[in-house]
């Protein structure tokens, strides 16, 4: 069941039904204004991660400062991009499932969609599902240039996939896919610049190799919001694929040299509770916070500390600082922005303490 | 929005798409029916926790076997009850926003609602909303007996509360709120009892000593699954709260006297790449199958080890197992059911192989 929307416009923050997610207008527009900037004087263009926000309203925003499409991880969230408008899209991961495949190549009638791959079978059931729905899909090359997780080797392996999405006849080859996820949160600079090194020539060197073949690659995608800036002044990436540069998390900001962006995301939560001295209970536990990526913490209350998450319940620890006030709402900085978003239906725009609007997280659970 | 359902009645379980929640039909059912032989000779009755299966449909087989109602932690889980057709609700939770006592007042029109109170200020609250709204209000008093989260000190504090509430012209001493959350996971069986018998022996107390001021408890609440067997033998406790027996998850299966209940839920994932000799990956990380209480456990599959997660990818490393194929799908056992049926907005019934059902999670996200 949809959630009604915890606010109206007009409505003071302090208003506002927790727990919400809150969105400060002022700092997420920076954000975005930012990010174009930063790309601007490269080569590459942001194709944003639409799995951050899920939201056709916010990748609009992105498109209409120069993105030239989004990223998804999942075909369902391709599905709430392009139904809400968004014309360029390209699922970063690999599909192997015919009934998702066939969703897939419904939805290139309205959008333009392109995906991955990092098998030869898979590559076959795409070109199954293409030509069933009478189309042509690009494909990308996945290749795993350091994250450990999906893709093929850079180098030869990736030329021979290539060569069979492009032999293949409803299909396209699309380029390259080359995101490194476990580079983006290595707190010191050098050891993530060195990652990335590492990652920026095992695509270089692919590039080159597909281009002896006659392979030219549309895209080569990848960087996230600790290390574009690297992807992006490689000469070799076209688009970079960040999105929780819109938001940012507690993560991010815990990296030895954060990313130049404003904290926007905020998690409104209430205290329910004031049962000791030194504690108070608010009602965002690990279902409102996510903590795979550790406990959300307190924005602007020094000598709070959010220490401990059950399920609805979050405690907060009082420590020098003044113990909140039973019912006194607090704004919480998500631990990490991307499942804390997938948590709600609504964000709730903020700018100067009101309410301005609310925005529909179209894709939120949009898992398949 | 509301994700479309994975499943069609009729469909074999592998025909599913993923990531999904099935439930295994019988191990669900013998487990509503060993709860209910388990307490029968009991004092005690069930009021099973509905923030772990967050379904009237779940909720109304309980009570089929003898559950005489529902607890929920949320304003909007009981909303999701009482529309559901569920007569009998405590949402067994502080609550003290306006918006939130009011929604909970309008609610006592078609089913009796209850709630709970841990502060003089909160009963003022509940008692304004129940007078606003021309209804009585039943209040219990929570005593913090161990858990160290919300709740008044048993003894002469909780007295006093209650004798508070019952002065209330709008609302009703309901009794008392005496869960230990924190003993449910002790992975020993002398330790967790040790910290049961002082929790009961402190109920108790607070009873006999209500009793003396003429304040009788309708309601005396709490157990979990892995405590309840205390609670319900205790000859204090009237109500049990257990949520989880009815599905289980790999966190209880890590006591050392495991609950008497199979395991009924599970995610189904499917393998979507096989980059390594060694590893394949799976289409449920962590927003699939939340990990604030470990990772997710393969079912069945000795030799297989759920190893890593991301947003929305899982690692398998293969040990020793058969690598599972390109495309295969597989049973995962949640490490913590209650947030990860949060993540789902439909349960797929399964028997012998085959979905015969399909229950939408009509709380699913109700935080509010």
Redesign the interface.
Known sequence: ????P?AQPGMREEEV???ALILDLDAFEANLDSMAAILAPTGAKLRAHA?THKSPVVALQQMKRGAVGQCT??V?EAE?LAWGGVPDILVS?????P??LARLAALSGISRVALCA??A??VG?IEQAAQAAGTRLSVLVEI?VGA?????SPGPEAVALASRIAASRHLIFGGLQAYH?RAQHIRSPEARTAAITSAVDSTRRTVEQLRQQGLECGIVGGGGTGTFRHEASSGVFTEIQAGSYAFMDADYAANEDAPPFRQSLFLLT??????KPD?A?V??G???A???SGFPQLWERPGLTYSG?????G?LRVEGGKRPK??EKLRLVPGHC??TI????WFVGVRRGRVECLW?I???????
Not at 1 to 4: A, E, I, K
Not at 270 to 275: D, G
Request: with cysteine.
């Open positions: 069941m949809l959630q009604n915890p039904d927790t727990p799995k991880q999942k369902a709430a991961n690999e599909v192997v499932a009934r998702k990092d098998h079978d898979a059931l795993d450990g997780r999906c893709g093929v996820g209430q205290v329910m509770s004031v049962p504690l209970v009602d965002a690990h279902k409102a996510p903590t795979d998450a059950s399920d609805e319940h405690n039973l019912g991307d499942p997938d948590r709600y239906d529909p179209a894709a939120r659970g949009a898992m398949s």
